[in-house]
């Protein structure tokens, strides 16, 4: 089964006034909604746009695997285990809130960043916060997040290129720049898919394309 969920159809927040503009694919925050709270492992997926200056003030989290994705600019984070890090697009950010964690994230570059985070629930709470870059991911090397049961793949086929899609219980697809064709549906920037019981699907490039695949097991 096949769930599109287009970009436009987003919940809009942030705070546009300080230079932030968010939109939730997922129920978030203000923006409850009960028949969206979770894909598979996947509990949300922000795409977060900050003006030069702007950024999230210190803040906290648990018990989350937050994965992050820089699309354009230039993303600072720092956080309460001492990590300081500049990600940019390319780069796969991971921060493991486990038992407790605080961080910041800003844009301290001088232009516009765009990026997403996606939230992962952990198959088991606690642990130790646990924080790591990784600097320009290829399409032939899956990203592995065992502690939510999942796998991150990154595609970028070319126009008319032919990408298959992981078999798994749960795959979100969300579509970072270009069109695919995927079960039928033409989907643009910022579009996703949610599929179920995936076999033998795949996605076909429009225009060449970047696409973010998280392969996740059944419960």
Request: charged fraction near 25%; hydrophobic fraction near 40%; charge should be negative.
């Amino acid at each position: 089964m096949t769930d599109v969920r287009r970009a436009h159809g987003r919940f809009q927040g942030g705070d546009p006034a300080a230079g932030i503009e968010s939109r939730h694919a997922f129920s978030f925050g203000p923006h409850y909604d009960p028949d969206n709270l979770r894909f598979g492992a996947v509990i949300a997926c922000n795409e977060e746009r900050l003006a030069p200056g702007a950024g999230f003030g210190e803040h906290p989290h648990r018990h989350t695997e937050i994965v992050t994705w820089v699309v354009e600019g230039e993303l600072t984070h720092r956080d309460s285990t001492g990590h300081e890090s500049v990600v940019r697009p390319g780069d796969v950010q991971r921060l493991s809130a486990a038992s407790g964690v605080r961080h910041v994230e800003r844009n301290d570059g001088p232009g516009p960043l765009t990026f997403l985070q996606m939230w992962l629930a952990p198959l088991e709470p606690g642990g130790d916060p646990f924080y790591e870059v990784v600097r320009g991911v290829a399409d032939s090397t899956p990203y592995a997040l065992p502690e939510a049961g999942a796998v991150l793949h990154v595609r970028r086929p070319s126009a008319g290129e032919r990408t298959a899609l992981p078999d798994a219980a749960y795959v979100y697809a969300h579509v970072v720049r270009g069109e695919v064709l995927l079960d039928g549906a033409r989907l643009g920037p910022g579009d996703a898919a949610r599929l179920t019981d995936t076999r033998d699907a795949e996605a076909v490039a429009v225009t060449g394309a970047e696409l973010l695949l998280w392969e996740m097991r059944g419960a």
